[in-house]
C-alpha cells in the first residue's frame, strides 16, 4: 500500500540511505532493525516528511506522493511517535493532540474548546487510556504521554481517506515493561485500523510484535523475513555481519575482585527514597542493583555521586567519611558518573569531543594556569584510540556522534579525570548490539585495571552477566545479596522473588 | 486486572514509598497548585498592607488614580506578554512608544503645524507602530537575527526618527477629543483611558484563549521545533506576534499622548524596564510558554499600587528603589518552580 | 547519518550575507549620532559642542545656538552625541581632535563628572581649546591647563532652586502645605536645587512641606507621584515645586486631570517652551532659563576667543575661568516679552561679550 523506491539521502557527504526500498502493507506491523547509523532513522523521517530524498520516490496506493513537509505526510495518512517525546509539556492533552489542526474546531476566527476536548476524548478512547484531555501534559508519566503520542497518530484517521501508516521510533526505550506490555497490546487491537513501522534496538520485541521485518545495515536494506521465521541471533548476525557470542557479556574475562575496600556504606539512607542499605565495594568489582522503579535503587545511585546527600547512616570512601552534597566533591574523592541521559547530564554537546574528554579536569599549565590546548587534544587522540570512538577527528562536536559513541566520549572524560569508582547509569540505554558489546568489553578493562564499578543496568540480564555481586532492592530497602562469580551466576528467576 | 495508565504516576526518579510522606505529597501538591496564583495573592495582600496603614487608599478616587496610572503600562505589557510568551524579547517599546507619540502629536492639531486630522491621524500613527512591529518580526525571521538585537536596534532607530522628526523639541497637542481620552471620565468613573486599556486587555484575552494564534504562541514557546513539526507557521505566527506588539505600543503613544498633552522622542523613557518587569512579576516566564494576559493584568497592577502605596505611605525616596528591586525577586522566587529547574542561570 | 540542522525556515543564510547586513544594520543606526556638516577646512577652526542627545528641547536649542555661532564665524560646525554614554562621548572626541588635528575648539556637556577630567587633557594634548559646562569634579581647574582650557561654566542651583521656592511660595499667598519632586537624587542639580528650596522654606515658617518624592526628571513618574499625593493630601496641598521643568509638566498634566490646572501653581526649572508657555497661560508660576541658546554658543565663542588670541586665559581673573551663568526667573510679569525674544525668534547674543553673564565664581567645595 504505502512503498518506498529506490531511495538515497546523504548528509554533508555522509551516505544515510542507499537505495532503499521497502513495503508497507495493510494492517500490518512492520519491524525495522538495524545498529545505530544504520539509516533506520532517516527512512523513518523521511517517510514522515521531515526530510526530502535526494534520489527515488515514495508511492501511496500505486500513486506517486510527494512529502515536503510533515503536514504532507499527515494528509497522507502517515504520522510519527517520536523516540524523544514530541508533546509540548506547557499545553493540554487535547491541545497537543489537535497541534496544528484546531481549524475544524475554528469559526469566526474563535476556538471552540468544547468540542475540541469531545474530539480528543475521543482519541484517547481509541487507545484506551483514562486521562482527561484537559490535563497539562506535563503532569503525565512517561508511559501516559506515550499514549498519547499514539491518540494523536491516530486522529489522523479522520482527516485522510488513506490508510493509516503509524511510524513507532523506539517507543520502549523509556517505559518500564509493564507498560511496554499496555503498548503492544494497544498495537495489536489497533491493526484493524492501521499498519505500523516499528523501530527498536530490543530484537525480542520486533519478533513479538512485528509481521514482517526488514534488517538494515550502513544505509541498505539486508534482509527481509516474516517475524515468524527467524530468531534474535539470526537478525543479530544480519545487523552486524557477525555471530553473537554465547560470550555477551564477556563473562570469562570476569576475575576475582582485589582485596582493598574502596567505597563502604552502612546504614545509608535518604527519607522518602531509600533507608538502612549495607554494601562493600572492592578494588576491581563490579556491583549491581537490581530493582524497580520506586525501589529506591535510583536514588542509592545518586546519593553515591553526590545529587542527593544521605539524611542518615555513613558512606566511606577509601576510608575516609565522607558526605557528598554536590557532585564536585565526589568528582574530588575520584567516583565518576556515566548518566543515562547522556545527552543532556553526560556531555555538552555543543562543544567538540577533546574539551567534553577534559571538562573533569583541564590539563592546565601549572605555571601560568591557562589551559594546555596541545596536551587536551594529545589527551584526547589517546582515548580516541583506546577506545575505539568513531569520529573524523577529536575537533568534532559531540552532538554529531551516534549514541554509542557519545558514551564513550563520557566514559573517557572520567577515566581522564583518574576516577577510580564509576558509576554506571543505565549505560546500555539506547545503543545498538554492537556498542553494547563494546561498552560491556570497556567494562572489563576497567575492572581489569582495578577500576570499582557500582552499575545500575537496563535489564537484569545485563546485571547477572556483568557484575561480581548484586544488590536487590525493593520499597527503599535492600532485600537480598547475590554473589555472581563466573561459573555462579544466579537467574533471573532468583533475582525477581526479592524484586517485587 | 488492567494495569492503568492513565493516572499521574511518579516521574522516574522519584520513589513511591507508602503512607505518610504519600499525604505529604499530596499536601504539597495542592500548594502547588496554587503558585500560579501567586502573584494575585501578593496583589491582595499588598493592597490590604497599605490600605490598613493608610485607608485613603481604598478612596474611589484614589482607586481611579491607581487605574489611571497602569493605563498605559498595561497597554504596553499587553504587547510586550505575547513576545515573551512566545520565547522572544521586544526592546523596542521605548522607541516605538516614542514614534507614535509624535506622529499622533504632529498629525492632530498641535502647536507645531497646521495639520489637523483628528482620528484619521491617529489610525494612521498606529498603523506605523504595527508597520514597525513587523519590520522587527520580519527582520528577526527573515534574517535569523535574535530578537534582542534586531528589537534593540529599531528602539535606538525609533527614538532617533522621533528626534529627526521634531527637531529635538516637544510639540503640544491641541486637539481637545485627544485630550479628553486622559481627562473625561464618562459615568464620573475612569477615564477614557482605562477603559482603551480595558479593551485592549479583552482583545488580547481573547486572541490567548480562543484564537488559533494565541494556541500557536504557547506552542512555540513550549518547544518551537516541536511546533513547527506539528505544522505549525512558526514565521508567520512570529511575525504577527511583533505586529500586534507594535500596534499596542502604538496604543500606548496614543495614550501617553493624552496624558502629558505632548509628543516628544523621550515620552517612553525608562518604560522598557517597568514593562517587562510588570509581566515577569504577574508570572510569565521569560523563558517561554507560560503565563498570559492575565498573569499581565496583575504585574502591572501590582508595580501600580505600590507606586500608589509608597507615596500613600510617605516612604522616602532612597528606599523606594530597593523596594522595587526585592519585589521582583521575591515575585519571580515565588512563581518559579524551582524544584523542577535542575541548572539555575 | 550526521543531519545538518535544519532550519525551520529551510534556507540556509551564508555566513558572510548574515554579517553584512547586520553591520549595514548597525552601520546605520551610528550614523544617526554624527552629523558633520562640510568637508573639514583646513585653517579655520573647526567648532565643536558635545550633548547628551538631541531629544530633548533644551539641547536642541543648545545645538541651534552652536551652528548659529559657527556661520556667524564661517566655520565648520559638528554636534556629538553621548546618548548618556561616557565611553562613547570621550571616544567621539578624542575622534574629532584626530581628524582635526587639534584644530578645533570644543564646547562640552560632559556626561557626568568624572568624564571632564579625560576629555580636558586630551584637549590639552591635541592643542585645541576647551570650555566645560554643568559637569566636572572639584579638583579640575580651567586655570591648571593654561592656556587650553578656558573656562567652565555652570549654574547656581542653590539660587534657582530658592528663586522658584520663592516664586511659588509668593503665589500661594505666603502659607499652605507645598510637596516638591526633586530630580536624580545623586546628581549635583537636584542637590543644589533642593537645597535652595529649603532656604526658601526656612525663610517663610508659615509654608509647609508636607512631602518629598525623587521623580527622576520624568514627567511620567512625575505624574503618577502627583495622583497619589492628591490621594494623601487632598486640599492640603497648595502649590507643587518640581527640580525641572519635564516633572512640572508631568504635574500639570496630573492635576489637569483632576480639574486642578491654574487652581494649583506649579514651578520647574529649565525654561522649555511648554513651560514658558505654561507660565503665560496661569498654570505655572515660574521657570528658569538656563538660555540654552547662550550656552551652546557662547562656551564655543569664548573657546575661539582664546584660541584667536582676542583673549588670554592665563590674563583673566578666576571669576572668569569658573564662573556662574545667569538663568533668569520667568514668571508672570515677563514671560511674555521672554517669549517674543527667545521662543518666537532666535535670540541675539553678541558672541563678543564674553563675561556679561557672569554672576560670580563658582563655591569652591
Redesign the interface.
Same mark, same amino acid.
Given at each position: 500500500m504505502l512503498s518506498v523506491e529506490h531511495v538515497s539521502k546523504a548528509f554533508a557527504g555522509v551516505q544515510a540511505l542507499d537505495d532503499v526500498s521497502v513495503e508497507i502493507g495493510i494492517n500490518e506491523v512492520v519491524g525495522l532493525v538495524g545498529e545505530n547509523g544504520a539509516g533506520k532513522s532517516t527512512l523513518m523521517r523521511i517517510l514522515a516528511g521531515v526530510y526530502v530524498p535526494d534520489h527515488g520516490s515514495l508511492k501511496l496506493d500505486g500513486g506517486p506522493i510527494f512529502l515536503k513537509s510533515p503536514r504532507d505526510a499527515n494528509l497522507n495518512g502517515i504520522g510519527i511517535v517520536f523516540q524523544e517525546q514530541s508533546l509540548l509539556l506547557n499545553l493540554t492533552v487535547g491541545e497537543n493532540i489537535y497541534l496544528g489542526q484546531e481549524a475544524e474546531f475554528t469559526r469566526l476566527g474563535l476556538v471552540n474548546r468544547r468540542r475540541l476536548y469531545a474530539a480528543a476524548r475521543r482519541q484517547l478512547a481509541k487507545v484506551e487510556v483514562d486521562i482527561d484531555p484537559r490535563t497539562r501534559t506535563s503532569e503525565l508519566s512517561f508511559a501516559a504521554r506515550q499514549m498519547v503520542e499514539l491518540a494523536k497518530a491516530l486522529a489522523l484517521e479522520e482527516r485522510t481517506e488513506r490508510h493509516l501508516v503509524i511510524l513507532l521510533d523506539e517507543p520502549t526505550s523509556v517505559l518500564e515493561q509493564r507498560d511496554i506490555d499496555i503498548l503492544f497490546a494497544r498495537v495489536r487491537a489497533l491493526k484493524q485500523r492501521a499498519s505500523f513501522v516499528f523501530v527498536s534496538h530490543r530484537l525480542d520485541e520486533i519478533l513479538a510484535l512485528s509481521d514482517r521485518i526488514y534488517v538494515m545495515k550502513d544505509g541498505r536494506v539486508v534482509g527481509e523475513m516474516q517475524a515468524g521465521t527467524t530468531t534474535v541471533p539470526r537478525l543479530h548476525q544480519m545487523m552486524v555481519g557477525r555471530d553473537r557470542h554465547a560470550e555477551y557479556y564477556r563473562e570469562s574475562r570476569q576475575q576475582a575482585p582485589r582485596e582493598e575496600i574502596v567505597m563502604q556504606a552502612r546504614g545509608l539512607s535518604v527519607k522518602g527514597a531509600y533507608k538502612e542499605v549495607d554494601f562493600v565495594l572492592h578494588k576491581g568489582e563490579v556491583l549491581g542493583i537490581a530493582g524497580v522503579v520506586g525501589s529506591g535503587r535510583e536514588e542509592l545511585t545518586r546519593t553515591l555521586f553526590g545529587f542527593v546527600p544521605q539524611t542518615g547512616g555513613t558512606l566511606q570512601i577509601d576510608g575516609h567519611d565522607v558526605r557528598l552534597t554536590v557532585p564536585s566533591q565526589a568528582s574530588d574523592h575520584g567516583v565518576g558518573y556515566i548518566p543515562r541521559e547522556r545527552r543532556t547530564e553526560g556531555l555538552v554537546l555543543s562543544l567538540p569531543i577533546a574539551v567534553n574528554m577534559t571538562l573533569s579536569s583541564l590539563p592546565v599549565n601549572r605555571i601560568t594556569g591557562a589551559i594546555s590546548l596541545g596536551r587536551e587534544r594529545q589527551l584526547a587522540k589517546k582515548w580516541v584510540d583506546k577506545l575505539h570512538i568513531r569520529t573524523p577527528s577529536v575537533e568534532a562536536l559531540c552532538l554529531n556522534l551516534s549514541g554509542g559513541n557519545q558514551q564513550k566520549v563520557v566514559l573517557a572524560k572520567w577515566m581522564n579525570a583518574r576516577a577510580h569508582i564509576l558509576i554506571f547509569d543505565h549505560p546500555t540505554r539506547g545503543l545498538d548490539v554492537g556498542a553494547k558489546e563494546e561498552v560491556y568489553e570497556l567494562i572489563r578493562d576497567l575492572s581489569e585495571e582495578g577500576a570499582a564499578i557500582v552499575l545500575t543496568a537496563d535489564t537484569l540480564e545485563e546485571t547477572i552477566g556483568l557484575c561480581h555481586s548484586i544488590l536487590v532492592m525493593r520499597d527503599g530497602q535492600v532485600t537480598a545479596r547475590f554473589d555472581a562469580a563466573q561459573g555462579r551466576k544466579p537467574s533471573q528467576v532468583d533475582l525477581i522473588r526479592y524484586m517485587v | 486486572m488492567e494495569p492503568q495508565i492513565g493516572h499521574p504516576s511518579a516521574d522516574s526518579g522519584t520513589s513511591q514509598i507508602r503512607s505518610p510522606e504519600r499525604r505529604d505529597r499530596n499536601v504539597k501538591r495542592s500548594l502547588g497548585r496554587l503558585k500560579p496564583y501567586a502573584p494575585f495573592f501578593a496583589l491582595i495582600a499588598l493592597s490590604l498592607v497599605i490600605g490598613t496603614m493608610n485607608p485613603r487608599f481604598f478612596e474611589f478616587n484614589n482607586l481611579i488614580r491607581v487605574a489611571n496610572s497602569a493605563a498605559i503600562p498595561l497597554v504596553l505589557a499587553l504587547g510586550m506578554t505575547f513576545v515573551i510568551v512566545l520565547g522572544s524579547i521586544d526592546l523596542s517599546v521605548e522607541g516605538v512608544l516614542a514614534i507614535g507619540a509624535v506622529l499622533i502629536s504632529l498629525l492632530v492639531r498641535n502647536n507645531g503645524n497646521a495639520n489637523d486630522l483628528g482620528w484619521f491621524g491617529v489610525v494612521l500613527a498606529i498603523l506605523a507602530c504595527g508597520a514597525i512591529g513587523c519590520l522587527n518580526g520580519v527582520i528577526h525571521v527573515g534574517l535569523r537575527i535574535p530578537s534582542f538585537m534586531v528589537t534593540l536596534g529599531m528602539w535606538f532607530i525609533g527614538v532617533g526618527v522621533a528626534t529627526l522628526l521634531l527637531g529635538g523639541s516637544t510639540v503640544r497637542v491641541l486637539d481637545k477629543e485627544i485630550r479628553s481620552l486622559a481627562l473625561d471620565r464618562p459615568l464620573g468613573l475612569f477615564p477614557i483611558a482605562v477603559w482603551v486599556a480595558l479593551g485592549a486587555l479583552g482583545i488580547t484575552w481573547v486572541i490567548e484563549r480562543r484564537t488559533r494564534i494565541g494556541r500557536y504562541i504557547y506552542a512555540i514557546g513550549g518547544g518551537e521545533d516541536l511546533a513547527a513539526l506539528s505544522g505549525i507557521p512558526v514565521q508567520r505566527v512570529k511575525i504577527i506576534v511583533f505586529t500586534i506588539a507594535g500596534t499596542l505600543y502604538g496604543l500606548g503613544g496614543l495614550l501617553a499622548a493624552a496624558q502629558l498633552g505632548q509628543g516628544n522622542a523621550l515620552i517612553g523613557s525608562g518604560r522598557l524596564f517597568s514593562t517587562v518587569t510588570a509581566v515577569v512579576v504577574g508570572g510569565t516566564a521569560l523563558t517561554g510558554g507560560e503565563g498570559g494576559v492575565l498573569n499581565t493584568l496583575v504585574g502591572v497592577m501590582i508595580m501600580a499600587v505600590l507606586g500608589n502605596g509608597m507615596v500613600l505611605l510617605g516612604i522616602s525616596p532612597d528606599l523606594q528603589q530597593g523596594v522595587q528591586g526585592i519585589l521582583i525577586i521575591v515575585a519571580v522566587a515565588l512563581s518559579l518552580d524551582r524544584a523542577r529547574l535542575k541548572i539555575v542561570k | 547519518?550526521?543531519?545538518?540542522n535544519k532550519?525551520?525556515?529551510g534556507i540556509p543564510?551564508p555566513r558572510r550575507t548574515?554579517i553584512r547586513?547586520?553591520a549595514a544594520? $548597525?552601520g546605520?543606526?551610528a550614523v544617526?549620532s554624527i552629523a558633520p556638516r562640510r568637508a573639514f577646512a583646513a585653517g579655520t577652526p573647526t567648532v565643536v559642542n558635545s550633548i547628551r542627545?538631541?531629544?530633548?528641547?533644551y539641547?536642541?536649542?543648545w545645538?541651534q545656538g552652536g551652528q548659529a555661532f559657527a556661520k556667524s564665524i564661517d566655520a565648520d560646525y559638528v554636534t556629538l552625541v553621548t546618548e548618556g554614554d561616557s565611553e562613547k562621548g570621550i571616544a567621539d572626541i578624542r575622534a574629532i581632535l584626530a581628524k582635526t588635528g587639534g584644530n578645533m575648539v570644543l564646547n562640552v556637556d560632559p556626561n557626568d563628572s568624572p568624564d571632564a577630567r579625560p576629555i580636558v587633557e586630551a584637549c590639552v594634548k591635541a592643542g585645541a581649546y576647551v570650555t566645560t559646562q554643568w559637569n566636572k569634579p572639584a579638583d579640575l581647574h580651567p586655570w591648571d591647563f593654561n592656556p587650553n582650557y578656558v573656562a567652565h561654566i555652570a549654574f547656581d542651583g542653590v539660587t534657582y532652586g530658592e528663586d522658584t521656592g520663592n516664586a511659588l511660595i509668593k503665589a500661594i499667598g505666603g502659607s499652605g502645605g507645598i510637596v516638591a519632586l526633586?530630580g536624580i537624587?545623586s546628581n549635583t542639580p537636584a542637590i543644589e536645587r533642593k537645597t535652595g528650596l529649603e532656604k526658601a522654606l526656612k525663610a517663610n515658617p508659615n509654608v509647609k512641606l508636607l512631602?518629598?518624592?525623587?521623580a527622576?526628571w520624568?514627567?511620567?513618574?512625575a505624574?503618577?507621584?502627583v495622583? $497619589?499625593?492628591?490621594?494623601?493630601f487632598g486640599d492640603d496641598i497648595k502649590g507643587i515645586w518640581a527640580a525641572n521643568d519635564d516633572m512640572a509638566?508631568?504635574t500639570l498634566?496630573a492635576l489637569? $486631570?483632576e480639574k486642578l490646572a491654574g487652581k494649583v501653581p506649579v514651578t520647574g526649572i529649565d525654561g522649555?517652551?511648554?513651560a514658558i508657555?505654561a507660565v503665560r497661560a496661569g498654570e505655572f508660576a515660574a521657570t528658569v532659563s538656563w538660555d540654552p541658546y547662550w550656552q551652546g554658543s557662547m562656551g564655543l565663542s569664548i573657546a575661539y576667543a582664546a584660541k584667536t588670541g582676542k583673549i588670554d586665559p592665563a590674563k583673566e581673573p578666576k571669576e572668569h575661568r569658573e564662573f556662574y551663568g545667569t538663568g533668569v526667573l520667568i514668571t508672570k510679569e515677563n514671560a511674555d516679552e521672554f517669549y517674543k525674544t527667545h521662543i518666537e525668534s532666535e535670540p541675539k547674543i553678541d558672541f563678543n561679550d564674553y563675561w556679561g553673564r557672569v554672576t560670580g565664581q563658582i563655591r569652591q567645595s
Open positions: - | - | 547519518m550526521n543531519p545538518p532550519d525551520i525556515s543564510i548574515f547586513r547586520t544594520l $548597525a546605520a543606526t544617526m542627545s538631541l531629544s530633548n528641547p539641547h536642541a536649542t545645538n526633586g537624587l512631602d518629598f518624592q525623587v527622576n520624568k514627567s511620567t513618574e505624574f503618577n507621584i495622583s $497619589a499625593w492628591l490621594t494623601r509638566v508631568g498634566e489637569r $486631570a522649555i517652551k511648554t508657555e
